[in-house]
């Protein structure tokens, strides 16, 4: 601004600022959601004494694969063509507002749900390990697909060009893969501890791990409704 003492450029700066809040935001709530899906799962299953659906590796497994890369294709993801349409924020205004702790703790219940459904489901129909194996499953499905619709909290997933983040698309199709490897390599299967699950299989869990996706994006989609009103 001092350089070029052009308008423009203070225009610039502060949709530059607002895309960095924007994606530091969305990539914040990514983590705690999954964090948050997690614990619940975890807790849960504690406290009406099921045995531990996810082991370790399995956690290491998740932070490495659905928290570090899709989380880091979030922090750059490009600013949103919309954003200097907005109101701007007050100055008091936390980054961790109501409405941030209502979708994370959502999120987190919704994920967990959907885990504890099918764990709950194989170990009344199967063995634990294939209970395990299909909890630890869907729960890496779910956290990677809801990464799409991080990238906005007012926009529906299908409104954002794929495009647009190129790298996300690319880092989650290559855990999905490594996911279904986990489930079909011996190899790899030994090493994450887990077992062997027909391709059928993987796919009605990658379907039933789009559930939290699903219905975060409706919700956008009444929230959207009722500010138009």
Known sequence: IITDDNFATIVAAVEEGRGIYDNIRKTLQYLLA??????????????????????????????????????????????????????????????????????????????????????????????????RASAFAVLVFAELLRAFGARSETKSVWRISLFTNVNLVIVVALAIGLQLLSQHSATVGRILQTSYMPFADCLWLLALGAIPLLVLELVKVVRSGMHQK
Not at 91 to 104: A, Y
């Open 34 to 131: 999954g964090n948050v899906g997690e614990l619940l799962l975890m807790t849960i299953c504690v406290v009406i004494g099921l045995p531990t659906p996810l082991l370790p590796i399995h956690l290491l497994w998740i932070n490495l694969v659905t928290d570090g890369l899709p989380a880091l294709c979030l922090a750059t993801d490009p600013i949103d063509a919309d954003v200097m349409k907005r109101q701007p924020r007050r100055r008091t205004e936390r980054i961790t507002n109501p409405s941030f702790v209502r979708t994370m703790f959502l999120t987190g219940f919704l994920t967990a749900g959907v885990a504890f459904a099918v764990y709950f489901y194989m170990l009344k129909t199967g063995t634990t390990e294939t209970a």
